[in-house]
């Protein structure tokens, strides 16, 4: 009897703590989908996946992405209604797909890049990279991307400094 009623005490705790976790998981996603739902109506616009699920610790390949979107959809209409695309996310998150990429082997690709080892990317260099290299940005990608990690003083992108932005803690 002692055994039993512990077990289930066990089970209740596992799943409590469980609920906990997944509730903390849907108010990140509800947060980061809130910052692109301007109309304040529970959708985004296709376009903003991306950037929600990157600002999630989440970094799908674009083919990865597409599938995503292509499940959360609402018949090709380029919306996405929050009623779709949170239990898809929380899946992802407690899934743990698409993780980010290790902080030592992003340094690794900056110093490929950097090939004179000054530290620092010039603009030009990163978008002759990012677009032309790999699974290529978009013009606007690179738009988005050059804002927020530029040092706009001198117009150079100081990698070392912007690992712990790219590399996100995506304990839940």
């Known amino acids: 009897m002692l055994l039993s009623n512990t077990i289930r005490q066990s089970m209740a705790d596992n799943k409590q ?9 849907h ?3 509800r947060a980061a989908f809130e910052a692109f739902d301007y109309e304040s109506n529970n ?3 296709v376009r903003e996946i991306g950037t929600i699920i990157y600002s999630l610790g989440c970094f799908p390949s674009q083919t ?3 599938d995503f979107i292509a499940e959360v959809e609402e018949d090709h209409t380029g919306y996405i209604h929050l009623n779709r695309f949170l239990p898809a996310m929380t899946k992802v998150l407690l899934d743990h ?14 110093e490929v890049l950097d090939k ?4 620092y990317l010039e603009l030009e260099e990163l978008t002759q990279y990012m677009t032309l290299e790999g699974e290529p940005f978009t013009q606007e ?3 988005e991307m050059l804002t927020a990690l530029t040092d706009h ?3 150079r992108i100081y990698y070392r400094d912007l690992l712990s932005q790219l590399t996100i803690d995506t304990g839940v």
């Open 17 to 25: 703590s469980a609920e906990v976790i997944v509730s903390e998981v």
């Open 27 to 29: 108010k990140k996603i």
């Open 43 to 45: 959708t985004v616009d």
């Open 64 to 66: 990865d992405l597409h």
């Open 97 to 110: 797909k698409f993780p980010p990429i290790a902080e030592d082997i992003l340094l690794q690709a900056f």
């Open 116 to 119: 004179e080892k000054k530290g």
């Open 141 to 143: 990608e690179m738009d």
């Open 153 to 155: 003083e001198n117009n």
